[in-house]
């Protein structure tokens, strides 16, 4: 299986928003094992800890994040619901680590 960053917003303006950001980024996990990766969502994991209201929580969530990216051989970005500030830094960070990025839609 090939390792993969997987970018999908999470962070909403409501509550409606976010579980809506939640559910979409569920949906691309699922699309990235059925396509025969392993894929890594941060967003879904360390938000279960994490505030991610708290700017320190988030901040400590991505860095996080930033170093699993690190091993992996590839960012998936989903785009149906847009590019977040939060996946524009996985997105810089894969393009400096030299790691080929692929943007995907589930619709």
Known sequence: MRRVILESPFAGVTEQVRQSNITYARAALKDCLMRGEAPFASHLLYTQVLEDLIPSDRKLGIEAGLVWGEVAEA????????????????????????????????K
């Open 75 to 106: 960012t998936v970005v989903y785009t149906d619901h847009g590019i977040s500030s939060g996946m524009e830094k996985g997105i810089e960070h894969a393009k400096t680590a030299g790691r080929p990025i692929e943007y995907r839609s589930i």
